[in-house]
């Protein structure tokens, strides 16, 4: 028997039978493109191993390449582009104020144990600077609008922007009836991981 002799009989075998006619011109309208051979052969393969049979191929690969993921921007990106300073104008104490009453609010909410201050964002605090290595930094005062490993920067009630550094200075805020006092030195962290260090409970804070 040739082949297409072989091919013309099975076609016939599924036209004679309900089921597998029922299957074959279901598979056919949905896939437009196979040819009458290849849909049989699709179902006499699947009737035979009593799988499931997909109206639309699921192995079929998708065109074109896979979008590479996101990938955050690197410390050097930042400061290229501006993103970790802040200048003059930028913001102003009355924008800054909102953050600074839901700080008060975090703070309420987080306690006064030296540990759990030593841990908090500071974004939003009001904070004054009582002792510098640097003197026309002396008694600086307003509100954190951005941290770095070694730098507070704030913004004061005359919308300078100042940049504090954290080392060899000591700060200062009100907690609500106290006033913390905070060394920088131990503050050298980046904020975000500030929550993840064991920090020395020496010199922490003073309330």
């Given amino acids: 028997m040739s082949h297409n002799q072989w091919n013309k009989r099975k ?71 501006g993103l970790s300073s802040l200048k ?28 759990d201050v030593a841990r908090a964002d500071l974004h939003g605090c009001f904070l004054t600077v009582v002792k510098t290595l640097s003197p026309p930094l002396l008694r600086k005062a307003g509100i954190v609008a951005m941290e770095t490993l070694n730098t507070f920067t704030i913004v004061d009630r005359d919308d300078k922007v100042h940049v504090l550094p954290k080392k060899g200075s000591v700060f200062s805020f009100m907690m609500g009836d106290s006033v913390v006092t905070i060394f920088g030195n131990n503050f050298i962290f980046r904020p975000g991981e500030r929550i993840m260090k064991k920090i020395g409970k020496q010199r922490l804070v003073c309330l």
Avoid: C
Avoid at 21 to 43: C, G, H, P
Avoid at 108 to 115: A, H, I, Q, Y
């Fill in 88 to 115: 003059e104008g930028d913001a102003t104490f009355s924008d800054l104020l909102p953050l600074h009453k839901l700080w008060v609010e975090y703070m309420s909410r987080v306690g006064t144990k030296n540990e």
């Fill in 11 to 81: 076609l016939e075998d599924i036209k004679s039978n309900f089921t597998k006619s029922f299957i074959f011109e279901t598979i056919s309208s949905a896939n437009s493109q196979k040819s009458e051979i290849n849909v049989a052969n699709l179902v006499n393969n699947h009737i035979k191993s009593n799988s499931h049979i997909f109206l639309k191929d699921p192995y079929k690969k998708k065109g074109g390449r896979a979008r590479p993921a996101k990938q955050p921007l690197s410390h050097k990106e930042r400061r290229f582009l």
